[in-house]
């Protein structure tokens, strides 16, 4: 069993940085591909970003160039660093823990979920 809980949304102006936390419970944290997932009002969950067990990291494109994922495996965490922020990435965040890392872009490959933090992008 893996608990997630995400922390560092909020509101920002376009143009500027809020960074994203994960904290992952359990000792297993490492073998596990993590994932964060964004779902707008009336929209479905959309990938985001995903780091692998080795830290090989993977991007939507409308998110390549401006967000980084990393993490910290002594500490359970992973990150998402978001620059350049646009209203267009207002929506809820949740991060996702991964066993099968071959669909680390695939929602429904998801073992585990957070409850989501919510980023407002004002313009």
């Known amino acids: 069993q893996v608990h997630l809980v995400e922390s560092g949304g909020g509101l920002v102006q376009a143009g500027g940085s809020l960074r994203l936390s994960c904290a992952a419970s359990g000792r297993t944290f490492s073998t596990y591909a993590m994932g964060w997932f964004r779902q707008a009002p009336g929209k479905e969950r959309r990938f985001v970003a995903a780091i692998g067990r080795g830290g090989s990291t993977f991007y939507a494109d409308s998110v390549k160039g401006r967000f980084t994922i990393s993490r910290d495996n002594a500490k359970n965490t992973v990150y998402l660093q978001m620059n350049s922020l646009k209203p267009e990435d207002t929506a809820v965040y949740c991060c996702?823990?991964?066993?099968?890392?071959?669909?680390?872009?695939?929602?429904?490959?998801?073992?585990?979920w957070g409850q989501g933090a919510q980023v407002t992008v004002s313009s």
């Open positions: 996702g823990a991964n066993s099968d890392t071959a669909y680390v872009r695939t929602a429904a490959k998801y073992d585990y």
